[in-house]
């Protein structure tokens, strides 16, 4: 999504009885370890943002140089192909920006992932839903950053966990482009768990996308949220053990 150029009509997308809220204080947790991620790819001057999440690798960690994100925040068919420079604005809240921007020094994607991107302006309705699933499962990344970041306290991990342990339990997402730059909460149920993707009632916008989605009674995350569908549910990755061993290959 172009930074400051939000058409409400197009980037939207409200589920009914579902509402964002802003978050009035990012720099206590979960939120602190949240924040905007800023692109510009190879065909464009202009900047794009996305939603990252500081994440640990191992129990215990409090310090990381790692985000994680969705793939289509890294890489844009539209825009020339893999993004050449991205910077992370933790707990951005505009006005208010608490902590100093980091410049990331390298993104990683799946392989597969610039075979089956959709382009970032073409309607969904006009996709095949198996060309959009392909898109859904491998749309995983992560940035390295410049400079290690140690917010305080210890960092979110990615979980695999069983069907049962997911299907109807309380979502929340933390991200973007609801209220432009400024961070918002949404919360719901997940209501539905696929074999590679989940999906979920849970109104958000395109600065949204990479948030990661987290168990609201655990703070364990559990996939990425990817986009939108032509239905009353958004979607996101679920984090398989495929998946999470991917993302663990590139946290080196």
Not at 100 to 106: D, G, L, N, P, T
Not at 190 to 201: A, D, H, I
Request: glycine content about 8%; charged content about 25%; aromatic content about 8%.
């Amino acid at each position: 999504m172009k930074i400051n150029n939000l058409n409400e009509e197009n980037v939207f997308k409200p589920i009914p009885g579902n509402t964002p809220v802003k978050v009035p204080d990012t720099t206590i947790a979960p939120y602190k370890n949240v924040g905007l991620l800023v692109m510009v790819y190879p065909n464009s001057t202009e900047e794009f943002i996305g939603t990252a999440t500081l994440i640990g690798k191992n129990e215990g960690d409090e310090e990381s140089l790692y985000l994680l994100t969705c793939a289509h925040n890294l890489y844009s068919k539209n825009d020339g192909g893999k993004a050449k420079s991205i910077k992370f604005i933790r707990a951005s809240n505009v006005p208010k920006l608490p902590f100093e921007e980091v410049e990331a020094e390298a993104w990683y994607y799946p392989a597969g992932y610039p075979t089956v991107s959709i382009p970032n302006d073409l309607p969904l309705r006009f996709i095949d839903d198996e060309l959009i699933q392909e898109d859904v499962n491998l749309d995983y990344g992560i940035v390295k950053l410049k400079k290690a970041i140690k917010p305080g306290g210890n960092l979110p991990l990615l979980h695999v966990k069983t069907d049962e342990h997911l299907l109807n339990k309380s979502l929340q997402i933390n991200g973007y482009g609801w209220f432009k730059e400024t961070m918002s909460e949404a919360n719901g149920k997940l209501t539905e768990v696929g074999v590679l993707s989940l999906r979920y009632p849970i109104s958000t916008a395109k600065g949204a996308s990479g948030s990661a989605l987290v168990l609201k009674d655990t703070g364990e995350i559990i996939g990425i949220h990817t986009r939108e569908t032509d239905k009353a549910v958004n979607q996101g990755v679920r984090i398989t053990q495929e998946v999470k061993d991917k993302l663990l290959s590139w946290m080196l």
